[in-house]
């Protein structure tokens, strides 16, 4: 079974810009769920999204977008990026059925914002 | 507030110690408490997780100890090995979002 794929996995932006991060879930799986990781403040959680409805949301401003396709995979779109905005990138994918299941994390994408 | 708080942020430990890593959390509506390790370059991967309802959970070299009532639990790794340096980090889940804690940078002497 294949891997949570997250695309692409560097990139370099520029303040103001926007970017767009592309996550495709293990064959199945029809969660999908953002992580923000960085040295100071750890992995935060931005959003999941179910069955293409955004389920849970986190405390990031409205800058931080997502959304999921019929075929489960998922992207997040950063709009007027920020320098604090460098990070990595975390997908996570889970049957998303059941109160608890596992989550499973692909490699991540490592933004940096120049 | 949903917080988890996670000690020490780093260890080192020769081969063949037990590191213990201690997590704390607040808000007694988690209901699911998973570990993940995470390699250089690598996303986290669950390692071993724990329900309230439970006071100890061990897979392999791998334990959870877990104080519902002092709302902490704790990883202790057996007999660890060099390739058990990662970073490792408890977590606490409600409603399927899982709450971090700061992680422990983890590294096994040979």
């Known amino acids: 079974k294949a891997g949570v794929t997250q695309t692409p996995r560097y990139l370099i932006k520029t303040r103001g810009q926007q970017v767009t991060l592309s996550c495709s879930p293990i064959?199945?799986?029809?969660?999908v769920s953002w992580y923000q990781q960085t040295p100071g403040q750890g992995l935060q959680f931005l959003f999941e999204?179910?069955?293409?409805?955004?389920?849970n949301k986190g405390n990031f401003p409205g800058r931080f977008s997502g959304r999921q396709f019929s075929n489960s995979r998922s992207e997040m779109n950063v709009s007027t990026l920020e320098l604090g905005d460098s990070a990595l990138y975390l997908c996570?994918?889970?049957?998303?059925?059941?109160?608890?299941?596992?989550?499973?994390f692909g490699q991540g994408t490592r933004l940096t914002v120049v | 507030q949903q917080q988890v708080k996670q000690s020490p942020q780093s260890l080192i430990v020769q081969k063949g110690g037990i590191p213990i890593i201690n997590c704390a959390y607040e808000?007694?509506?988690?209901?699911?408490f998973p570990w993940y390790q995470q390699f250089p370059g690598k996303g986290p991967a669950l390692l071993i997780a724990?329900?309230?309802?439970?006071s100890e959970k061990k897979e392999g070299r791998f334990t959870i100890s877990f104080n519902k009532s002092a709302k902490q639990f704790s990883l202790h790794i057996m007999d660890s090995q060099p390739g058990d340096s990662a970073t490792y980090f408890c977590?606490?889940?409600?409603?399927?979002?899982?709450?971090f804690g700061k992680g422990t940078r983890l590294h096994i002497l040979p």
């Open positions: 064959s199945g799986h029809r969660s």
């Open positions: 996570a994918s889970s049957s998303g059925t059941g109160i608890h299941t596992e989550a499973f």
């Open positions: 977590a606490a889940s409600m409603n399927r979002k899982i709450i």
């Open positions: 724990i329900r309230p309802d439970v």
């Open positions: 999204y179910f069955s293409e409805t955004q389920r």
């Open positions: 808000n007694t509506a988690f209901d699911y």
